[in-house]
């Protein structure tokens, strides 16, 4: 009817009040110096010149008031030198190459605004790791973080490669860049492998140590989350494994062994699941050397 209201527009101008007020914060003259302290840090990721000129979506989902200030102080701690660019983006994180005095990093920040999480706790309830802890949204978020630093390291003593976490801090996590200086590597699904049969057999081995040696389940284990680097898988995306105590632990091994012999069929072979689980389960699983970098 004429003259009554547009409701989309409305709801237009309702997001972009949202977004106008969201980062109020920053008008604070201690956050505006912060900002400052570090603006040409993050500029490979922000774009050029004043926040305004920003990429105002990447920083409004991943950039807030608690990320600024856990980046001003890496930075100051000499853990960052500059973000440079993104290499992955998902819904829980967005992963930045960065410039680091020891070489590149991979720097993995993980939204705190975003309601997925919401679905990841059946990752973490259970865990006797992470009993009695707070389910606010963001100490979830701080609890994944420290969840993934953890596997990283039990996965690196069990000889599993494994990205070297370096730091973290809330919600930021900086880690060992797997690829080459300007680059990561790519992930097995966008590879061709020239013996498809040794790559299965190596993940096959993986999931066995990290069951039996390492007692994990990575629980989202395929070729969405294997790096292929110098003839060699690397095994990401480590947040939501969980110990062999949970109550959905054997559930998703079999999730991971499925998703493995999957990648194995399409690519080639012949492979059973039922037998690659019994393979996983009952044959003794080799003792790797532990990767470097531990504490």
């Known amino acids: 009817m004429a003259g009554e209201p547009d409701e989309e527009w409305d709801n237009h101008l309702d997001a972009l009040q949202r977004a106008a007020t969201q980062h109020q914060w920053m008008d604070e003259p201690r956050y ?15 774009g050029t010149g004043e926040y305004e000129w920003a990429d105002r979506r990447v920083f409004d989902s991943v950039f807030d008031q608690s990320t600024l200030l ?23 994180a967005h992963v930045f190459h960065a410039t ?43 609890i994944w973080v420290r969840k993934e630093l953890r596997n990283l390291r039990r996965c690196r003593k069990h000889g599993i490669p494994v990205p070297m976490p370096r730091a973290n801090l809330r919600n930021v996590l900086v880690m060992d860049l797997v690829g080459n200086e300007n680059s990561p590597a790519p992930r097995l699904k966008d590879v061709s492998v020239d013996d498809v049969e040794d790559v299965f057999e190596k993940l096959i081995t993986y999931i066995a140590v ?12 395929s070729e969405f989350n294997v790096l292929w680097h110098e003839g060699t898988p690397w095994i990401i995306d480590v947040g ?7 109550p959905s632990s054997k559930e998703f091994l079999v999730r991971d062994v499925t998703r493995t012999v999957e990648w194995a ?25 532990p990767l470097p970098g531990l504490d």
């Not at 993995?108 to 790791?129: C, E, M, Q, W």
């Not at 069951?211 to 284990?221: I, P, Y």
Request: avoid cysteine; proline fraction near 4%.
């Open 32 to 46: 505006k110096r912060l900002f400052r302290d570090i603006e040409d840090r993050i500029s490979g990721v922000l």
């Open 70 to 92: 856990a980046l001003h102080k890496l930075i100051q701690g000499g853990e960052i030198e500059t973000l440079d660019f993104p290499i992955a983006r998902g819904k829980e």
């Open 100 to 142: 680091t005095a020891n070489g590149p990093a991979a720097v993995k920040i993980f939204h705190t605004t975003n309601a997925v999480f919401k679905s990841l706790s059946k990752y973490i309830d259970g865990d006797p790791r992470f009993s009695g802890l707070k389910r606010r949204h963001r100490e979830l978020v701080n």
């Open 240 to 246: 939501q494994a969980v110990v062999e105590q949970h």
């Open 265 to 289: 069929n399409r690519n080639g072979m012949t492979v059973d699941t039922a037998e690659s689980v019994l393979r996983v389960i009952e044959d003794p699983a080799p003792n790797l050397e």
């Open 210 to 221: 990290l069951w039996q040696n390492a007692t994990l389940v990575h629980s989202d284990f």
